[in-house]
Structures are given as C-alpha cells and as structure tokens.
C-alpha cells in the first residue's frame, strides 16, 4: 500500500527565516495531496489542497510544490512568524482504498523569536 | 454550519473498561472516519463509513474497537476492554466524498491507567 514519509519531524526557525517540510510517497498513482496543520491541544485544520495536475500552490506566507516525478510533496514557509507554531501533516489519496488518506508522521515547528 | 463535533473531550479510563466515543459529522457528508493520534504512530485510521456502511475496519483493532454509524448524523466507537496502550487522541473526521477534503473534529483524548 501507500507509504508516505515526512521530514523533518521536528524543526525549528527564526521569526523571520523560512521553512521547508516534505514528504515523499510512493503509490505513482497518487492524485490528491493535503497539508493540514495542527495547533497545541486543537484538532487538524485543513491549510491546502492540491490536485496531482498542479504544480505550485500559493497560500498566504508558504508554497506548496508538487514534483510528480519524484514523487515529492513539499510545504515551503516564507517569512515564519510565532503563529506558525504548531505541526503541519501532510495526506495523500490514491486509488487504493476508496478515499482513503495515507497521512504523513507530522513536523513539530517552532518559530523562535 | 457546525463543524465535526466529538464527546467528549477527555476520557479516564481504568484499564478493563468500556468506554464509547461520540462523533457528530459535518450535516450532509457521506463519509465518517476515526482515527488514532499518537506520536509515534502518527495518525492511524480505524474505521471508514460511507453513508453509514462501513467501507473499513481498520484491520489490526478490529478486536476491541468497534465503530457504529447507526444513522447519518451519528457515529460511536467503542473500545472494550481498554488497555494502557489505548491511551491518545481519537479523531473523527468527516466529508462529502470523492475528491472533498476530510474535516476533522476537535478530537478526544484517552487517558487509560
């Protein structure tokens, strides 16, 4: 089945610096990519999606970059500010499984001041 | 409209007992998922509803968990008997199906001595 790898599992930045969280899978079939982000003590909240036909998606302050080639899957913060803080999972969906999501082990950022 | 909503929020548990977990999904989605949050195993999915079928049981607790969606609306897992290693966070989620995005609930968190 699906495997999808995250990493780093834990990083830490600047205010200010940018940070970089990816993931890799391995079902070439993959289509449908999430990032979600989970602050201390809250449940996942959804912080985009992609489709396996786009390549760069901006949200506001970070990137998403899809390499369907390597079979990567990045989040890219810009300019991190202490409301970063929290740890980011991405998820992916393939044709196994009905809608499953095969989600990633998470990274615990920080954003120190 | 409301979002996922779970009871409660925190569970003690003395190892042995029943308890049952309570998840509400967004009015409207087909789909229901639970799933198990731990840090070193991440985000495991348990059980996988299809307007109220279940599509998933999550294979390896199939023995002492059991999700029920007894009308659209509702949907319970129990887990009997507790054990120690049963102690996490249990996430329900929910969507409308297909390429939707899962919405996650604000989770319960299981404290089993």
């Known amino acids: 089945g699906e495997q999808v790898e995250q990493r780093p599992p834990h990083l830490s930045v600047r205010e200010g610096d940018s940070a970089v969280i990816t993931c890799t899978y391995t079902d070439p079939n993959s289509y449908y990519f999430f990032w979600y982000k989970q602050e201390p003590g809250a449940s996942l909240q959804l912080l985009m999606k992609v489709f396996s036909s786009t390549e760069i998606n901006e949200g506001q302050g970070f990137t998403v970059l899809l390499n369907k080639k390597d079979k990567r899957l990045s989040l890219n913060l810009t300019a991190a500010h202490p409301g970063d803080s929290a740890a980011y999972f991405c998820?992916?969906?393939?044709?196994?499984?009905?809608?499953?999501?095969?989600f990633g082990k998470g990274t615990q950022l920080i954003i120190q001041p | 409209d409301a979002g996922v909503t779970q009871t409660p929020r925190h569970e003690v548990a003395e190892k042995g007992q029943t308890i049952i977990l309570k998840c509400e999904p967004v009015s409207g989605h087909n789909d229901l998922f639970w799933y198990r949050q731990t840090k070193i195993q991440g985000l495991e999915l348990l059980s996988y509803?299809?307007?109220?079928?279940?599509?998933?049981d999550g294979g390896a607790f199939k023995d002492r968990f059991k999700a029920e969606m007894l009308n659209s609306s509702f949907s319970t897992l129990k887990i009997q008997p507790t054990e120690p290693k049963d102690s996490a966070v249990y996430l329900c989620?929910?969507?409308?199906?297909?390429?939707?995005?899962?919405?996650f609930g604000p989770g319960t968190r299981l404290l089993v001595l």
């Open positions: 989620a929910s969507s409308l199906g297909g390429q939707d995005t899962q919405y």
């Open positions: 998820a992916v969906k393939n044709t196994e499984g009905a809608d499953r999501l095969t």
């Open positions: 509803f299809r307007s109220k079928s279940l599509m998933e």
